[in-house]
């Protein structure tokens, strides 16, 4: 009789939810659920065990079938516990005891930070993992996760790997959202990107329209050559390069994984980063490589159930 785990990826919109057998780790489905507004916390913990209850049954699955839930959330997260959470009603919730309540006592529970868990998901999905990665991911801000010795790292209270949080550019005026200045966020998140490069136009030719400005336009044209575009790109490349090399410098690990909407890119973006890194990468080893990440928006459902599953399978 085959087995499986759920990968639960929480976010402030949805809940994504996938089904993955034990064994193999192959994803048997995956779908989506609306995040619950109502304020009381318990509703998405309800919220989590209904879809499971429902796709079990979709899949003719027994709940002792069942080894295993991980769940992630977009929240700082120390041995399955929450501080505090900006984006959703889980301050100060213990997520295994709260899920543990709808749960059979067989079923294994396991909770962590959502790019934490990508980090896991991204490396655990190589063809051959290594001990030691970290995972930047670029969007709308910049975000991290980083694996040390093949375990997740929290840190002492769950911040253990928000590397758009590094301070990179002393010459910012501008305050963080984290209420620092100078945070790679600032330069290598969407409105940074946008910002710069609209600063940059009035003065340059450029093939950019400036009131249909979007960093997918912005990364499309530098390809093509386009001299305030590239202008942009190597801004952000420069600084991710230097961001990496302070986190090489800390637990030099044996790959950084690129992921977000801006990895998006490719080879492109890889190169430039790489280079960058190399220039500043002097004390420690400027040949570790980069690689894009492959699992885009899976990366918590996956990462999640490839978490717990190193948890069974090492108890």
Known sequence: MSKYVYGIDVGGTSIK??????????????????????????SIFETIYQGIISNNEINNILMDDILGVGIDV????????????????????????????YLPDHVELVAANDATIAAFGENA???????????????????????????????????????????????????????????????CG??????????????????LDKDQLTVKAIFD???KGD?????TVHRVAKYIGIAASILSIINEPDVFIIGGGVSKSGKFLIDLIQMYYKENARFTTGD????????????????SAMLVKSVIVST
């Open 17 to 42: 939810i996938g089904l993955f057998n034990f064994e193999s780790m192959d994803m048997i489905n995956d779908f989506e659920v609306e995040t619950p507004k109502l304020n009381h916390k318990d």
């Open 288 to 303: 570790i490589p980069f690689k894009l990440a492959m699992t885009g928006n899976q990366a918590g459902i996956i990462g």
């Open 74 to 101: 977009p929240c700082p997260v120390k041995k399955g516990y929450v501080h505090t959470c900006a984006n959703l009603n889980l301050n100060d919730t213990d997520l295994i005891s709260s899920m543990k309540k």
């Open 190 to 207: 969407t409105a940074g990107i946008l910002n710069y490069t609209k600063n940059l136009l009035p003065n340059d030719t450029s093939i």
């Open 221 to 223: 044209a530098a390809k």
């Open 125 to 187: 999905s190589l063809k051959n993992p290594y001990d030691n990665a970290v995972l930047i991911t670029l969007g709308t801000g910049v975000g991290g996760g980083v694996i040390l010795d093949g375990a997740i790292v929290e840190g002492a209270t769950g911040l253990g790997g928000e590397v758009g949080h590094i301070r990179v550019y002393d010459e910012e005026e501008k305050v963080c959202g984290c209420g620092s200045k100078g945070c790679l966020e600032q330069i």
């Open 227 to 231: 001299p305030v575009a590239l202008k």
